[in-house]
């Protein structure tokens, strides 16, 4: 199948999105953000408590997972992900991430067809961008790549979002498949198939109200 589009950089945390009418529009993340996070607190306490800067560490996972994310874009377009000459323990933690998700590949069908492109939802006034698009062993499938230790249950109500979106936008979305990406052998891999969303998707109806009524629109 042929690639519809493929997004030339990764400029997820910039994106902005808007309707048809030009009005501003929250994303999925920005929508979840409405939700309790209590494991949060202790996590950054505890780094603190370590004397570890929290806003500088998570700049450097982040950093990591945009350049996992950048590496396997770039397999599937046939080329070579170029990074800063000053990263080379970062880049080296981001090919961890590559080898796993090759790993994770090998021997399947994967054909994209869209990959890291913005959508808006006109019906439910939210925008998003989907990593991955495309059919897995012939089924037309979201994969979402998370760099970090574990799925936790956001993810699917993400990943129920971006459903929505390309489903809104005509494309047929039969199961999403999220992978737990490690930086490192220790964080090490897992993978979680979905293939009904409703009741995550209703959770995130649910947040998209509670955040509208918060902020007034």
């Known amino acids: 199948m042929v690639t519809e589009s493929i997004a030339a950089k990764r400029a997820r945390a910039h994106t902005v999105y808007k309707d048809q009418d030009g009005r501003r529009l929250p994303g999925v993340?920005?929508?979840?953000?409405?939700?309790?996070?209590?494991?949060?607190?202790?996590?950054?306490?505890?780094?603190?408590?370590?004397?570890?800067?929290?806003?500088?560490?998570?700049?450097?996972?982040?950093?990591?997972?945009?350049?996992?994310?950048?590496?396997?874009?770039?397999?599937?377009?046939?080329?070579?992900?170029?990074?800063?000459?000053?990263?080379?323990?970062?880049?080296?933690k981001?090919?961890?991430?590559?080898?796993?998700?090759?790993?994770?590949?090998?021997?399947?069908?994967?054909?994209?067809?869209?990959?890291?492109?913005?959508?808006?939802?006109?019906?439910?006034?939210?925008?998003?961008?989907v990593d991955f698009y495309g059919m897995v062993d012939g089924v037309p499938t979201i994969v979402d790549y998370k760099t970090g230790k574990a799925i936790y249950a956001e993810h699917v109500y993400q990943v129920s979002a971006y459903r929505q979106l390309l489903e809104e936008h005509g494309y047929r979305v039969d199961e999403v498949r999220i992978l737990q990406i490690g930086r490192s052998e220790d964080e090490g891999f897992s993978e979680k198939v979905v293939t009904?969303?409703?009741?995550?998707?209703?959770?995130?109806?649910?947040?998209?109200?509670?955040r509208s009524l918060a902020v007034g629109k």
């Open 29 to 92: 993340t920005t929508v979840l953000g409405v939700l309790n996070k209590p494991a949060l607190v202790p996590w950054a306490n505890g780094l603190g408590l370590a004397g570890i800067n929290v806003r500088e560490y998570v700049d450097v996972l982040a950093r990591i997972g945009t350049m996992g994310h950048d590496m396997i874009m770039h397999h599937h377009k046939g080329e070579e992900a170029v990074f800063p000459d000053d990263a080379p323990d970062l880049v080296s």
């Open 94 to 129: 981001a090919e961890n991430c590559l080898l796993s998700y090759l790993a994770w590949a090998k021997g399947k069908s994967i054909e994209p067809i869209l990959y890291e492109v913005p959508l808006v939802s006109e019906q439910y006034s939210y925008g998003g961008t």
């Open 196 to 210: 009904d969303t409703s009741r995550e998707w209703r959770i995130f109806e649910l947040c998209l109200e509670l």
